[in-house]
């Protein structure tokens, strides 16, 4: 073989342009034993496929997968942490003595005063909410101009 159809496929290889039939006519150059002493550097690179190509794998597969308990382990914590949790919430939930005062008034006057007051809170909630649904509706009116 030339040395320069060698070269040129050597370069060929290197950009990843080369068809399987030049590969193999690579791989059998590098590996006779009559290689151009320039071209020794790249015998260890052919060499290698064809060593690679002869090895199997001789160890053993295991079938059985490991059993993981730390996941057991962990989701039993888990579930005795909830359970104490709910254990205590319920424990002082229920210890602590009932309220029988409901806000009642035995003044009608006074009730109708805190009646009032507590409207007026709920009349301010409810005014906040509609101001910021006329910033809605005005951005909907001109996100209906600029889209239509």
Same mark, same amino acid.
């Given at each position: 073989?030339?040395?320069?159809?060698?070269?040129?496929?050597?370069?060929?290889?290197?950009?990843?342009?080369?068809?399987?039939?030049?590969?193999?006519?690579?791989?059998?150059?590098?590996?006779s034993d009559n290689v151009a002493p320039?071209?020794?550097?790249?015998?260890?690179?052919?060499?290698?496929?064809?060593?690679?190509?002869?090895?199997?794998?001789?160890?053993?597969?295991?079938?059985?997968?490991?059993?993981?308990?730390?996941?057991?382990?962990?989701?039993?914590?888990? *579930?005795?942490?909830?359970?104490?949790?709910?254990?205590?919430?319920?424990?002082?939930?229920?210890?602590?003595?009932?309220?029988e005062d409901f806000g009642t008034y035995?003044?009608?006057?006074?009730?109708?005063?805190?009646?009032?007051?507590?409207?007026?809170?709920? *009349?301010? *909630?409810?005014?906040?909410?509609?101001?910021?649904?006329?910033?809605?509706?005005?951005?909907?009116?001109?996100?209906?101009?600029?889209?239509?």
């Amino acid at each position: 073989m030339a040395l320069d159809n060698i070269e040129k496929l050597i370069e060929k290889y290197f950009d990843a342009t080369t068809t399987l039939a030049e590969e193999k006519e690579l791989k059998a150059y590098f590996s006779s034993d009559n290689v151009a002493p320039p071209l020794e550097q790249y015998k260890p690179i052919f060499g290698y496929m064809a060593q690679a190509k002869h090895e199997q794998f001789t160890g053993t597969i295991p079938l059985k997968a490991k059993k993981r308990h730390t996941v057991l382990w962990i989701s039993v914590a888990a *579930s005795v942490v909830v359970l104490l949790g709910v254990g205590f919430f319920t424990f002082n939930h229920y210890n602590q003595p009932v309220s029988e005062d409901f806000g009642t008034y035995d003044d009608p006057e006074v009730a109708f005063r805190e009646t009032q007051k507590a409207l007026e809170m709920i *009349s301010q *909630s409810v005014n906040e909410g509609i101001e910021s649904m006329d910033y809605l509706s005005e951005y909907e009116q001109s996100k209906n101009i600029i889209f239509k």
